[in-house]
């Protein structure tokens, strides 16, 4: 069993920055990808982030140029820097992990991000 733990959510005035994290623990598969997901209320799901087990990243238009992602190996835990934060961006922030082998997909319990004045 995969276990994700986030943590940096808070909240923030626009303009701001926040650094969330991800830990993975628990059984040793590898991982195709990690990446993190966002939903507030009315809205879908959606993909924020997400890199790939060869490095490359993906990001979604609205946050392009303002969040970056990254990943230390060696601890198994993913970061999404996020700088000029705007109103919009407020959201629940959700690590998603997809295994190598299986492609299976955890999911963390999610952080709250707030951006307001």
């Known amino acids: 069993q995969v276990q994700l733990v986030e943590s940096g959510g808070g909240l923030v005035q626009p303009g701001g920055s926040l650094r969330l994290s991800c830990a993975a623990s628990?059984?040793?598969?590898?991982?195709?990808?990690m990446g993190w997901h966002r939903q507030s209320p009315g809205k879908q799901r959606e993909l924020v982030a997400q890199?790939?087990?060869?490095?490359?990243?993906n990001y979604v238009d609205s946050v392009k140029g303002r969040f970056t992602i990254s990943r230390d190996n060696a601890k198994n835990t993913v970061y999404l820097e996020m700088n000029s934060l705007k109103p919009e961006d407020t959201a629940v922030y959700y690590c998603?992990?997809?295994?190598?082998?299986?492609?299976?997909?955890?999911w963390g319990q999610g952080t709250q991000v707030t951006v307001s004045s």
């Open positions: 998603n992990t997809i295994t190598a082998m299986t492609f299976k997909s955890y």
């Open positions: 890199i790939i087990s060869g490095g490359s990243t």
């Open positions: 628990g059984s040793r598969f590898n991982f195709f990808a």
